[in-house]
């Protein structure tokens, strides 16, 4: 699969107030989050070897999205946890009295399973965040990535409702950044995205945005089928439909033209024509 990678020149001459805060945001966070946690190995508190292993999946029981908690209110018991599937050896599971599984679909979002997970859900967000962002407006675009991450994390979990999924630990951004993809295609589908590709050995080439992300979206639809555990691929699915249908309804309203006074003319179109801005 081809790989993007930021275009320097994408958001040239935007003004400074419209930088991509939100996204910058995130990406903090979601690193600030995994330095601190055991996934990462820095911190010495989770100890080491197989002591952090074990501390790693108390951590991730507690703050991940378990799709059988979500549908029951309530956290599973020792029994049901002892019960899940390709358990860690040599890590007895322990229930997590307290958690709130409502409260987990959003955790779940800043948590993250390795460095590579965590690097390529940041990669996309970098790419193709800012120029969604961009669009929504910062509150808006913070409301639909929580949103679309929530609803995706739902999604799987009645999708697997009666799986052996159902008892897995569900974590990462990559139902909201899914749905961020979308949005992007949605807003700009000709925008020329520049990508590594593994089979020309990592060739930088630039490719329209609908080639890029609807190749990826068809992977990912054709891997739900085929791929074995470890990765849910239907939570990148969902996102992504999401994201577009919530971005054809953004896309079809039109901006409100006040009409200038006569004499006048507006400061935002010379002329008081308007201006449409080309894709990044």
Known sequence: MAIPVPHPGAHRGRPAATAPAVCYALIALNTAVFLL????????????????????QRYEQRWGAVPAELLTGHPLTADQLAEAPEPVPGCPASATPGKHPALSVLSALFLHAGWLHLLGNLLFLHVFGPAVEHRLGRPRFLLF??????????????????SAD??????????????????YLRFHPHARVTTLV???LF??????????LGLWFALQWWSVHSA??????????????????????????????????????????????SQRSTPP
Do not use: K
């Open 198 to 200: 593994p089979l020309l």
């Open 228 to 273: 074995g555990p470890g990765v849910a691929y239907l939570v990148h699915v969902i996102g992504f439909m999401a994201g577009f249908l919530f971005a054809c309804t953004v896309a079809e309203r039109r901006p409100r033209r006040t009409r200038p006074r006569d004499g006048a003319t507006d400061a935002r179109y010379p002329g008081g024509t």
């Open 145 to 162: 990535y929580l949103a679309a991450g929530a609803l995706t994390t739902y999604g799987f979990a009645l999708a697997e409702a009666h």
């Open 166 to 183: 159902s008892t897995r630990v569900l974590i990462g951004a990559s139902g909201a950044i899914s749905a961020v993809l979308g949005s």
């Open 203 to 212: 060739l930088p080439l630039r490719f329209p945005a609908w080639l890029v």
């Open 37 to 56: 946690g055991p996934a990462a190995g820095l911190n010495p508190l989770y100890g080491r070897d197989q002591a952090r292993v074990c501390a790693e």
